[in-house]
């Protein structure tokens, strides 16, 4: 099984140092060439127009995303600017609450200074208040110099009462605003982290919207030169017609590569081993995938070409690969049958021969693999969706 790259190398190499035998059998007639290079011209005309229906509407999406990643750079600045607001106000907020608790601490500071000096003048008023402190007083010459001290401490415990309260009232105040202040800033905080997440959002859709942009710009240069071939072998295929309607020989032939995605499935049936999964008890990678198939079914060739191996081979049963030009090949494995040799041209749909079970055992499928430049590529990609 792992000689079966260099099968196909070696295929190559023989087939770009001469051309293919002629099939075997009776050449086929002027009238049956002609029709054959009518089929051609006609299914690169239909291929053409649908390379050009895949054209307008990836113009059409582009369009449509280029609308839709302005909305979302608009809204993306938008929300940008918002951010800045917010995180303003935040900054404001944030400001307003540090001069709040540098307010709060001072006046605490404050509070603590002055709560001893009322305390003592307190106790001090409390004294000249007692009655047996009071009698005692009496006994002395000045009793109006102990009034008007009585009076004075009892003014300034007042008034030291009033300067208390009024602390204690500010800094309840103050208590509040910084709750407020607290709240105002959770709540800025969480628009913040909300603007934040909503920016980084849009600028993702962004970036996804761009991505696929590119993408479709690739998509549409590719479309474009598939096109470009295809134009140039549908007029070398008119030409032809008109030389066999001349009597003249010519070859015709399709490019392969522009028919990539638009290729009919060799057989019925849908795939049971992917592109790249490990093969058997080797763990080798594979290079192509496999189909399930009713056995004896009829496999298909997926393009026109000429048979360049029919035979059996080595874990795959019986084998054919078909040389497409332009160094692509495609092959078919574990096939039952065989319905072609080798230097037949085959034509897209040709029966190549019948489904049969692989080597190794197991339920009847088709091993199918598409190599391009000496690579094998993923066959899927070049088949039309599946049913």
């Known amino acids: 099984m792992r000689y079966l790259p260099i099968l196909v190398a070696f295929v190559a190499g023989l087939t770009a140092q001469a051309p293919?035998?002629?099939?075997?059998?009776?050449?086929?007639?002027?009238?049956?060439?002609?029709?054959?290079?009518?089929?051609?011209?006609?299914?690169?005309?239909?291929?053409?127009?649908?390379?050009e229906r895949e054209a307008a509407s990836l113009a059409a999406q582009e369009r449509t995303l280029l609308v839709e990643l302005r909305q979302l750079e608009v809204q993306r600045?938008?929300?940008?600017?918002?951010?800045?607001?917010?995180?303003?106000?935040?900054?404001?907020?944030?400001?307003?609450?540090?001069?709040?608790?540098?307010?709060?601490?001072?006046?605490?500071d404050t509070l603590a200074r002055q709560t001893p000096i009322v305390r003592a003048r307190m106790?001090?008023?409390?004294?000249?208040?007692?009655?047996?402190?009071?009698?005692?007083?009496?006994?002395?010459?000045?009793?109006?110099?102990?009034?008007?001290?009585?009076?004075?401490?009892?003014?300034?415990?007042?008034?030291?009462?009033?300067?208390?309260?009024?602390?204690?009232?500010?800094?309840?105040?103050?208590?509040?605003?910084r709750e407020t202040l607290t709240e105002r800033r959770t709540r800025e905080q969480a628009?913040?982290?909300?603007?934040?997440?909503?920016?980084?959002?849009?600028?993702?859709?962004?970036?996804?919207?761009?991505?696929?942009?590119?993408?479709i710009d690739e998509r549409r240069d590719l479309?474009?030169?598939?096109?470009?071939?295809?134009?140039?072998?549908?007029?070398?295929?008119?030409?032809?017609?008109?030389?066999?309607?001349?009597?003249?020989?010519?070859?015709?032939?399709?490019?392969?590569?522009?028919?990539?995605?638009?290729?009919?499935?060799?057989?019925?049936?849908?795939?049971?081993?992917?592109?790249?999964?490990?093969?058997?008890?080797?763990?080798?990678?594979?290079?192509?995938?496999?189909?399930?198939?009713?056995?004896?079914?009829?496999v298909r060739a997926v393009h026109g070409g000429t048979v360049a191996f029919a035979d059996t081979f080595t874990g795959y049963g019986y084998l054919v690969i078909i040389d497409h030009g332009e160094n692509a090949f495609s092959l078919y494995g574990y096939l039952g049958s065989l319905s072609v040799q080798k230097g037949d041209r085959v034509e897209t749909h040709a029966v190549l021969g019948a489904a049969g079970r692989p080597p190794a055992g197991g339920d009847a499928r088709l091993y199918f693999e598409i190599r391009v430049d000496a690579r094998p590529v993923d066959p899927v990609q070049w088949l039309k969706p599946s049913r």
């Not at 009076?151 to 309260?165: G, I, P």
């Not at 982290?193 to 909503?198: G, I, L, S, Y």
């Not at 980084?200 to 996804?208: F, G, I, K, R, T």
């Not at 009597?247 to 992917?274: E, I, K, M, Q, T």
């Open 77 to 108: 600045d938008l929300k940008a600017a918002e951010l800045a607001r917010i995180d303003a106000d935040l900054s404001a907020t944030n400001a307003e609450l540090a001069r709040a608790e540098s307010d709060a601490i001072r006046l605490e």
């Open 123 to 177: 106790v001090e008023l409390y004294k000249l208040g007692e009655p047996g402190y009071w009698r005692l007083l009496l006994n002395v010459d000045d009793l109006r110099a102990i009034g008007r001290a009585y009076r004075n401490v009892s003014a300034l415990a007042r008034l030291d009462q009033q300067r208390m309260t009024e602390h204690r009232r500010t800094l309840a105040e103050l208590a509040e605003m």
């Open 223 to 298: 479309t474009a030169r598939l096109t470009g071939e295809l134009q140039v072998a549908q007029r070398r295929l008119q030409a032809a017609v008109a030389d066999l309607a001349a009597g003249r020989s010519a070859a015709v032939s399709l490019p392969f590569r522009p028919f990539r995605g638009d290729l009919d499935w060799p057989v019925d049936g849908r795939v049971v081993r992917g592109f790249g999964a490990s093969r058997g008890a080797s763990g080798v990678e594979q290079n192509g995938v496999e189909v399930s198939a009713i056995e004896g079914a009829s």
């Open 20 to 51: 293919a035998p002629p099939a075997a059998g009776t050449p086929p007639a002027a009238a049956q060439e002609r029709a054959r290079a009518e089929a051609m011209a006609a299914r690169a005309a239909e291929r053409i127009a649908a390379l």
């Open 191 to 215: 628009l913040r982290n909300q603007a934040r997440e909503t920016r980084a959002a849009l600028a993702e859709a962004a970036l996804a919207r761009q991505a696929r942009i590119d993408e």
